[in-house]
């Protein structure tokens, strides 16, 4: 049994590169391409990438692009256990990269934070050994509750789960102590530095780490070229490197070193080695446009 259940979101991204910076009220050229994304479904694609064989990943979609995300998803190795929303079209994001490849999202929900009670049910988790929330999914009542059924659930059943708590500005939007009561219990919190410093109020990366690793049984902080942090018991334990490569898009590197590492745990890697693969992934990732891996 080394089934991933990701439950999360299907994203339409539209990527617009753009080597100057951005003029208002007049033209910026730029490279701009519609690609499929969304922080779990890029997960899921990275995770069967890097050796997971059941991948499987819930989420809401649009009827306007189901069709294609689930096409997408199985060429990339994923079973897409989609709900299409006839109400809402599928979440958009205007991924804006700059010439050092920084990002900055427009992000439009729209059916990916409507995943809904109904949605789930208990019998995903047959055959399952590893649950995956994407924190976009506590950002909103519906979806919220899905992830904390989902997580009673895994709980019950004894199934390890992690979540990526995904953004920064959401956090923040929602509060940071709701947040962290909606996640409580969780075996693995996969932040990034800013959100990791937002969830502690420590701006060291190695302090907040450390801190969360009071409240989560794993903590790994990506640090983006910088690699990653792995945390246990109160303490930092290692350090892990990325490697040096050359970026074109930032977009989707957390979610690459989410399912590498994952996959890896999931072969039964300790968590320094699955941080490595992780790091790799990341860095994968940032060669290519977009955020899923480049198809076979």
């Known amino acids: 049994m080394t089934a991933l259940l990701i439950v999360g979101d299907v994203v339409t991204d539209v990527v617009a590169r753009h080597r100057t910076p951005l003029v208002p009220a007049t033209d910026t050229a730029a490279e701009i391409r519609t690609l499929p994304g969304g922080a779990g479904a890029n997960a899921a694609c990275w995770a069967a990438r890097s050796g997971c064989s059941d991948v499987r990943i819930l989420a809401r ?98 199934v390890p789960v992690s979540v990526d708590p995904a953004s920064a500005g959401f956090i923040a939007g929602l509060g940071v102590r709701s947040f962290l009561d909606a996640v409580e219990g969780v075996d693995v919190l996969l932040p990034n530095a800013d959100e990791a410093a937002l969830l502690t109020g420590l701006p060291d990366p190695s302090d907040a780490a450390a801190k969360l690793s009071h409240g989560f049984p794993l903590v790994v902080v990506t640090l983006g070229a910088a690699g990653a942090l792995v945390a246990r018991c109160g303490r930092v334990v290692a350090r892990v490197p990325a490697p040096r490569v050359r970026a074109v898009d930032s977009t989707g590197a957390g979610d690459a070193f989410t399912g590498a590492f994952l996959a890896a745990r999931l072969s039964g890697a300790p968590p320094c080695e699955a941080a490595a693969a992780g790091c790799r992934a990341g860095a994968r990732a940032v060669t290519v446009l977009g955020g899923r891996p480049p198809e076979p």
């Open 61 to 158: 979609v649009g009827t306007d692009r189901a069709s294609w995300h689930e096409e997408r998803l199985r060429a990339a190795g994923v079973r897409p256990l989609l709900v299409r929303d006839e109400e809402a079209p599928t979440a958009t994001v205007v991924a804006l990269v700059d010439a050092a490849t920084e990002r900055t999202f427009l992000t439009d929900s729209g059916a990916a934070l409507r995943l809904a009670r109904g949605d789930w049910s208990p019998t995903l988790l047959d055959e399952v050994s590893h649950l995956h929330l994407s924190g976009y999914l506590f950002f909103a009542a519906p979806s919220r509750e899905v992830a904390s059924l989902a997580l009673a659930a895994a709980r019950e059943r004894g």
